[in-house]
């Protein structure tokens, strides 16, 4: 069974930035797509970015493209989201998720926990 755990999140004012990691256990992160997705209060869940299990190629929503930037290192089974010039509506709760490559929810089996982002003068 693999499980995601995403750490990183906290408290910056707007134009900061921050770096997410999600850290794989229990199985291969590399047999994996890796997506981000955020989920702000009242809102649904969107795609943020995902990439491919080889980081070959990368997909980004238009609000972040440009300021948000994924990665893997499938030898640490872990993913990035390099989160640059960070905005208040970029306040979310954000998750990884593992699966087939996209933005959708339902290409991902499995989900971490989420942690906070809040930007915030």
């Known amino acids: 069974q693999l499980q995601l755990v995403e750490s990183g999140g906290g408290l910056v004012q707007p134009g900061g930035s921050l770096r997410l990691s999600c850290a794989a256990s229990g199985f291969g992160l590399n047999y994996y797509s890796i997506g981000w997705f955020r989920q702000a209060p009242g809102k649904e869940r969107e795609g943020v970015s995902c990439?491919?299990?080889?980081?070959?190629?990368?997909n980004y929503a238009d609000s972040v493209k440009g300021r948000f930037t994924i990665s893997r290192d499938n030898a640490k089974n872990t993913v990035y989201l390099q989160m640059n010039s960070l905005k208040p509506e970029d306040t979310a709760v954000y998750y990884c998720?593992?699966?087939?490559?996209?933005?959708?929810?339902?290409?991902?089996?499995?989900w971490g926990q989420g942690t906070q982002v809040t930007v915030s003068s």
């Open positions: 998720a593992a699966g087939s490559y996209g933005l959708g929810l339902r290409e991902y089996a499995y």
């Open positions: 990439i491919s299990n080889s980081g070959g190629t990368t």
